[in-house]
């Protein structure tokens, strides 16, 4: 048994070692014409398949005469990631911002990735900021923080702001509006960098700062380089001191508590931070602040039932609601928050067009499904199928899904009645969008900053289909269900916009400003 065990673990190895290889020959292999255009042709009409909302923003004969130009303008063998540089603009035009394509990165063995778990690349430390048509440093996680504030002048001789025009093609805002193109370029920077460059060990990035020009270099080091010097050179072993039994019981306590307070906020290690944030603002309980990055990591259930609890005890007066960043998340989560944010019965979102019956057993079976989980859902089709079914109905023509969150619900029993302020800016989108859709339709808040990247109108998310390609091996990704509020408005392919436009500046930023919290801030006491 031990032996067919260890042949078993062999084999496996070796396929795995032989898959790697193979993908990565492959996405460096120069690809015919032929397979080029054929991987176009699939693309398009894996869109056309699954998208229910594919001609929202554009129309059939202006797509196809993008795809049809793309065709011809591949007249020569390419690698898959200068596939990659001409086909994510042209998806664009879709302008859908849930469809995106991946580029063809390296694959890595099992023990390959445990070396790189062991390391980290500097540059991933740096968080992007587009202000003022420059790139900046907004913040540094490393231990370089005289780098915040600092302009991106060039990163390996190409100009910043040349990357930057040639990042902004390469993914989608919802409908037309723009806002969202020079927030998202300076956030996901490293991001589009990496889909660009591929796998980097160094680079070197030319700085400025104030009068001073000067260049860094950035590498994969080990994880704990450059830690404190007085760890680094000392050899002496140090005695743990002994505690009493008190002080382990505190220990274990606190431990506890913040176990508990992670999984209630959200707890991101990569930024030490939480995704979730609530607090009062001065020496009372009058203006109460709550910070969400995303509605997805956390036990949000607890934290919103606390929060509004507190707003409730207080009889808080103003509270600052603050979706700045926020790329969204679950639907649940956005509907949960609205029953404290309202006094009256609402529907949350409406039925969602899809294109199939069975939305949920093509988001699970798809070419970049694992074959176990593809067995699993084989298994399980049946249990898909009846729950599809029962919940897709035909209405004129079209098919619709119907979420819990589209039946009519009554507000929380703690739903806080005092003035909101919203703010909002590019990075606004999904289901943060949404939540605002509702906000801004009711006239239930005073929003803040800039126009949301997400439409008001609603967007095509709540799952996903990945497809890869067969020849480049690039995925496109798009979402499978329209999921809208009961509102609308004119012209389509708007995000919600604010009541107080204000754009931050870099003064704003080097002398640590919030704008948008300050104008509140001051509003409310002119109020």
């Known amino acids: 048994m031990k032996k067919l065990f260890l042949v078993t673990a062999i084999l496996i190895l070796l396929w795995s070692c032989g898959s790697v290889k193979k993908y990565n020959d492959q996405i460096n292999a120069l690809h015919s014409v032929e397979d080029l255009h054929n991987d176009i042709d699939k693309l398009y009409k894996q869109l056309q398949r699954h998208h229910p909302k594919l001609y929202q923003y554009v129309s059939k004969t202006d797509l196809e005469f993008k795809f049809d130009s793309l065709k011809k303008s591949i007249d020569r063998p390419i690698a898959s990631r200068e596939f990659y540089k001409k086909l994510a603009p042209v998806v664009t035009n879709v302008k859908q911002g849930h469809v995106s394509v991946s580029s063809a990165t390296k694959a890595f063995s099992r023990k390959e990735r445990k070396l790189l778990l062991k390391k980290k690349f500097e540059f991933y430390d740096l968080d992007f900021e587009y202000l003022e048509n420059k790139l900046w440093v907004k913040n540094t996680r490393g231990k370089d923080s005289t780098l915040t504030g600092s302009e991106v002048v060039s990163i390996d001789g190409e100009p910043a702001s040349k990357l930057v025009d040639i990042y902004k093609k390469r993914f989608a805002s919802d409908g037309y509006n723009t806002t969202m193109y020079n927030r998202a370029v300076g956030k996901v920077f490293s991001t589009l960098y990496y889909k660009d460059k591929g796998f980097l060990d160094s680079l070197n990035i030319t700085f400025k700062n104030k009068d001073s020009v000067f260049i860094k270099t950035f590498r994969r080091i080990p994880k704990g380089e450059n830690k404190n010097e007085t760890d680094a050179i000392s050899n002496k072993k140090v005695t743990p001191k002994k505690l009493t039994k008190t002080e382990k019981k505190s220990k274990r306590i606190a431990k506890k508590k913040k176990r508990k307070d992670d999984k209630k906020y959200g707890y991101l290690s990569k930024r030490k931070q939480y995704n979730r944030n609530f607090d009062f603002i001065g020496t009372d309980s009058a203006i109460a602040f709550m910070k969400l990055r995303s509605f997805t990591k956390g036990h949000y259930k607890k934290f919103y039932k606390e929060s509004f609890a507190k707003l409730d005890s207080a009889k808080t007066k103003y509270f600052v609601l603050d979706l700045r960043d926020n790329g969204g998340g679950r639907i649940a989560e956005i509907d949960r928050l609205y029953s404290y944010l309202t006094d009256q019965d609402y529907q949350f979102i409406s039925e969602s067009e899809v294109n199939s019956r069975i939305p949920f057993l093509k988001f699970f079976m798809s070419n970049t499904t694992p074959n176990g989980l593809k067995v699993l859902g084989g298994l399980l089709s049946p249990i898909f199928i009846a729950q599809n079914l029962i919940k897709v109905k035909k209405k004129e023509g079209k098919l619709y899904y119907k979420f819990k969150e589209s039946k009519v619900r009554a507000p929380n029993p703690l739903n806080y009645q005092g003035k909101l302020y919203v703010l909002i800016n590019g990075n606004s989108f999904s289901a943060s969008s949404l939540l605002s859709t509702h906000l801004?339709?009711?006239?239930?808040?005073?929003?803040?900053?800039?126009?949301?990247?997400?439409?008001?109108?609603?967007?095509?998310?709540?799952?996903?289909?990945?497809?890869?390609?067969?020849?480049?091996?690039?995925?496109?990704?798009?979402?499978?269900?329209?999921?809208?509020?009961?509102?609308?408005?004119?012209?389509?392919?708007?995000?919600?916009?604010?009541?107080?436009?204000?754009?931050?500046?870099?003064?704003?930023?080097?002398?640590?400003?919030?704008?948008?919290?300050?104008?509140?801030?001051?509003?409310?006491?002119?109020?």
Do not use: H
Not at 461 to 481: C, D, E, H
């Open 440 to 527: 801004k339709a009711t006239k239930r808040a005073t929003f803040v900053g800039e126009e949301t990247g997400g439409a008001f109108n609603g967007c095509v998310a709540g799952i996903y289909k990945i497809y890869r390609l067969p020849a480049t091996k690039l995925k496109i990704r798009m979402g499978l269900m329209q999921i809208e509020a009961p509102y609308k408005q004119e012209p389509d392919g708007y995000g919600v916009k604010p009541d107080v436009k204000i754009t931050p500046s870099v003064k704003d930023r080097n002398e640590n400003i919030d704008t948008e919290l300050e104008w509140v801030l001051t509003d409310i006491i002119k109020k």
